[in-house]
């Protein structure tokens, strides 16, 4: 079993900075990518930034310069800091890795999600 669990999200105002976090934990082999998602109410998720096991990273436009993620390959976590934060970057935010596991082979996990709110 594998468990992805999120933390970090609340509410902030508009220019503020969060951080997130997600642990997985369980019988991991090897962890290959790992990203954020975010789904604001009304529409579909979308990828907001991913690490692969070597550090490289992509981010969606709407975020870069604003969002990095990282990774403790030590810690199986990834990060998501999110400064200069936007109205427009409220939603669930969603954690998703490629994880190996000892008995289940290659499989993609997502964690609960936690909330994020941008409001003044």
């Known amino acids: 079993q594998v468990q992805l669990v999120e933390s970090g999200g609340g509410l902030v105002q508009p220019g503020g900075s969060l951080r997130l976090s997600c642990a997985a934990s369980g019988s991991i082999f090897n962890i290959n990518d790992m990203a954020w998602y975010r789904q604001a109410p009304g529409k579909e998720r979308e990828l907001v930034a991913v690490?692969?096991?070597?550090?490289?990273?992509d981010y969606a436009d709407s975020v870069k310069g604003r969002f990095s993620i990282s990774r403790d390959n030590v810690k199986n976590t990834v990060y998501l800091q999110m400064n200069s934060l936007k109205p427009e970057d409220t939603a669930v935010y969603y954690c998703?890795?490629?994880?190996?596991?000892?008995?289940?082979?290659?499989?993609?996990?997502w964690g609960q999600g936690t909330q994020v709110t941008v409001s003044s």
């Open positions: 690490i692969t096991s070597g550090g490289r990273t």
């Open positions: 998703n890795a490629d994880i190996l596991t000892v008995v289940g082979g290659l499989k993609d996990y």
